[in-house]
């Protein structure tokens, strides 16, 4: 049986030492009520202490005000592994000055990795990172001069060569989010503009003996939630924290916004145009380069702006995707990348297959 805690109550289960794995995208999905219950309590009583932290894709907003910037307090994390770290300038700034030990290895791996772990498998063996800082005969992901470990070696099947990163042997906590749970902790997401790893985290912290919170909008009755909108079962959920409002944003731009999770669909000339600037001038140039029913992903940054020029333009068929697994739609720029509103969709006849990242 899952058990309703206070938030006070779940930051009380995170241990001195702990690997703790939370969940998140920018401002998607992320338990923000856990996170500043942990902080609240290190401040007050010291402890949780020397935490390792695992984060596939980071949560915050470019400032030091919001998601997990509000961990970087030194002594309260010894490490730190993540896959994106541009909106939390209050952790970078732990790994400059050299006060945490820090990896950054690719989003996507680790969040293999979850599925890895979760199956007992040996780890992520892949060519993702081969002759890239990510390789340790490079940097091995290492960020600053304290960081001594290798979390990723290299190997050699069949003459090829291969990057294996290595599975962690124990995940101690991992925190998600939701909408509903029930009693038994089996959680919903109908709310969330995305459902990114909540079940892999709780399946590779469950497998390897540790605990799983999950904060929710609300806590409901047993039998009452739909199993179909169940994506997260009970059997893998150990303690359930309800958020406040002001901590369960749907994105940071947005407390909740139906079109970004599908309870309605907006028209596309419901979309505010982009403002006249450099940023724009660049994503139309892009936008020149594709045609109509491309498939196109789009990645953090520049690339954004391209979803609403394409719109502008009417380029017709346009399947737009995400990182975070979001297809369709135009995606959400900023703080709120990684969501979009649901669209009157136009079909596909002819689909070929694009891809716009930013450069460094």
């Not at 991992?174 to 995305?194: F, H, Q, S």
């Not at 958020?243 to 979309?271: R, V």
């Not at 017709?316 to 979009?340: C, D, K, M, R, Y």
Request: one cysteine or more; charged letters at 20%; hydrophobic letters at 40%.
């Amino acid at each position: 049986m899952a058990k309703i805690v206070t938030p006070s109550e779940a930051a009380a289960l995170v241990q001195d030492g702990d690997r703790i794995v939370m969940s998140g995208f920018i401002g998607m999905c992320h338990p923000q009520e856990v996170t500043y219950a942990i902080e609240k309590r290190f401040l007050e009583e010291g402890h949780p202490k020397n935490l390792d932290l695992v984060f596939p894709t980071n949560v915050g907003d470019g400032t030091d005000r919001l998601g997990m910037n509000h961990l970087a307090h030194e002594g309260l994390l010894r490490s730190i592994v993540g896959g994106h770290w541009n909106l939390v300038p209050a952790l970078q700034k732990l790994v400059v000055e050299d006060k945490v030990q820090a990896w950054n290895l690719p989003i996507g791996t680790l969040e293999q990795l979850l599925r890895e772990i979760a199956a007992k498998r040996p780890g992520v063996i892949t060519k993702i990172g081969l002759n890239t800082f990510v390789d340790p005969r490079l940097q091995g992901g290492k960020m600053n001069d304290i960081t001594k470990e290798d979390l990723v070696e290299v190997m050699e099947i069949d003459g090829e060569e291969y990057l294996r990163y290595k599975p962690f042997k124990k995940l101690n906590v991992g925190v998600i989010r939701g909408t509903y749970a029930d009693e038994k902790g089996n959680m919903t997401m109908e709310k969330e503009a995305a459902f990114l790893d909540a079940l892999a985290l709780a399946e590779a912290v469950h497998n390897t003996g540790g605990i799983v919170i999950a904060q929710v909008e609300d806590i409901v009755e047993n039998g009452t939630l739909d199993p179909k909108h169940v994506k997260v079962p009970g059997i893998l959920v150990d303690y359930i924290v309800k958020g406040t409002p002001e901590n369960h944003w749907q994105t940071y731009m947005d407390p909740y916004k139906p079109e970004l999770s599908g309870q309605i669909k907006k028209p596309l000339n419901a979309l505010e145009p982009m403002p006249l600037n450099a940023r724009k001038v660049v994503s139309r140039r892009a936008a020149m380069e594709l045609h109509d029913d491309s498939i196109v992903n789009l990645g953090i940054g520049m690339p954004e702006g391209v979803a609403n020029v394409a719109n502008e333009e009417g380029i017709q068929g346009l399947q737009l995707t995400v990182e975070a697994g979001n297809i369709g739609g135009v995606p959400s720029s900023g703080v709120g990348f990684g969501s979009g509103p649901i669209l009157i969709a136009r079909s596909i006849r002819q689909p070929c297959s694009i891809s716009m990242m930013a450069a460094v």
